[in-house]
Nanobody, 112 residues
């Protein structure tokens, strides 16, 4: 079973950028979508973006379109989430999901 492992979170000022990584541990990603979700304090977990490994189809939540970009590196078996023009409302724990497996999450904090 593939276990996603996230990294790359941190503290950034509004307008800044961060890149999150989701690496596959155990096995390789296959044809199913790999997705990013996020959960802010007191709120439900919400979809952010997804990518299909084989055909590069991408989907984005309306709130991040034009600011976030999801991509993948076949050789490294890793999915990235490039986050630009970050806003305080992007502050959340970001999770990588593959099938029924979730990573441990990585904290993103955007200050005013």
């Amino acid at each position: 079973q593939v276990q996603p492992v996230e990294s790359g979170g941190g503290l950034v000022q509004a307008g800044g950028s961060l890149r999150l990584s989701c690496a596959a541990s155990g096995r390789t990603f296959s044809t199913n979508p790999i997705s990013w979700f996020r959960q802010a304090p007191g709120k439900e977990r919400e979809f952010v973006a997804s990518i299909r490994w084989s055909v590069l189809t991408t989907l984005y939540a309306d709130s991040v379109k034009g600011r976030f970009t999801i991509s993948r590196d076949n050789a490294k078996n890793t999915v990235y989430l490039q986050m630009n023009s970050l806003k305080p409302e992007d502050t959340a724990v970001y999770y990588c999901n593959y099938l029924d497996a979730w990573g441990q999450g990585t904290q993103v904090t955007v200050s005013q």
